[in-house]
């Protein structure tokens, strides 16, 4: 199943990561997490999204699913890129948490990565490199409440790249927020990847996608589809998902994509909706091929709908 990748860039201890533009998110998935996960991998999907926060993620079915799709066959540890967050206390159900509570800030992070690499080893013993245990990136989940706490947090994750953990990125994240990352002297990996809402709320990110852009961090949208009812019912997306013979949902997928350096969670737990969205790749190529002029006019539309600068 094609697929499009973006090129995370150097740490400057690992190559850099191939991380695909369609990412399969595990949120709310709950005791079908490990079906779903296998599914998607099965589907073709080469990305997958979770967190350290029982709240909302089942963490060790993630795992547990990826486990199943590489024992079949189906993809290796190399062709897929896993994400996970560490949550911070304010994320967490105080009664079902990866760590302990009274910890410092430095000690919840590494007490929470040790879980995650738990959760997604390949085999289920001490987690370490030699058993193709790593996470591509490693994500805060969100800003602690000062930035004193959340540049704490970064460097506790810092110390486990690039061995265990190969890229560094955050959500729910303010413009300021990521600016102080990118400029801290105390921090000395820069944010890779940055996941947030895309909705109308915050202006679709524009200025923010305009920083990442500028310092090369990826953005990943999230709740795409679930905020967005008119950018779906926008004459963009339903001419694009017509002309192009794809769902409304991979129309929008697509324009979101093409804003440059984007890439989007897709969390369907349909098998055919998994396949249909990773065929908008082909189609998109071949109707921009084909169709050059119309596919510019509708990108250049939908920024225009959102407030993105031409």
């Given at each position: ?28 998935k ?32 993630v ?29 967490q ?11 410092s ?22 987690a ?8 591509d ?12 706490q ?10 486990f ?20 990352l ?22 679709y ?26 950018l ?7 001419q694009?998902?017509e ?5 409304v ?21 349909s ?20 169709h ?19």
């Amino acid at each position: 199943m094609p697929t499009a990748y973006l090129l995370l860039r150097s740490n400057g201890r690992t190559p850099p990561t191939q991380m695909p533009t369609l990412i399969y998110g595990t949120a709310w998935k709950k005791n079908r997490s490990a079906e779903l996960v296998y599914t998607a991998l099965k589907a073709g999907f080469r990305a997958v999204d979770t967190a350290a926060q029982p709240k909302h993620y089942r963490e060790d079915l993630v795992g547990e699913g990826i486990r199943k799709a590489i024992a079949e066959g189906i993809v290796k540890r190399e062709e897929i890129y896993i994400q996970t967050k560490y949550t911070p206390i304010s994320g967490q159900n105080p009664h079902d948490m990866p760590y302990d509570a009274s910890l410092s800030i430095s000690e919840q992070v590494k007490a929470s990565i040790h879980s995650s690499l738990h959760n997604l080893g390949l085999a289920q013993d001490e987690a370490n490199t030699a058993n193709g245990t790593y996470i591509d990136t490693l994500v805060l989940h969100s800003p602690l409440r000062a930035i004193e706490q959340t540049i704490e947090a970064w460097i506790a994750a810092e110390s486990f790249v690039p061995d265990v953990i190969h890229n560094l990125g955050i959500s729910n994240c303010p413009l300021p927020i990521l600016k102080a990352l990118c400029s801290s002297p105390e921090i000395k990996i820069k944010p890779a990847v940055v996941q947030n809402r895309f909705y109308p709320d915050e202006d679709y990110d524009v200025k923010l996608r305009s920083f990442a852009r500028e310092n090369d961090i990826m953005y990943q949208s999230f709740w795409t589809l679930t905020a967005n009812p008119e950018l779906i019912e926008s004459e963009q997306v339903q001419q694009l998902s017509e002309n192009v013979g794809i769902s409304v949902a991979a129309a929008l997928y697509a324009l979101v994509m093409s804003l440059g350096k984007v890439s989007v969670l897709d969390g369907t737990k349909s098998e055919v909706h998994m396949k249909e969205d990773l065929e908008l790749f082909s189609k998109i190529e071949e109707f921009s091929g084909e169709h050059q002029q119309e596919w510019q006019g509708l990108v250049k539309g939908f920024k225009q709908l959102i407030g993105e600068p031409a």
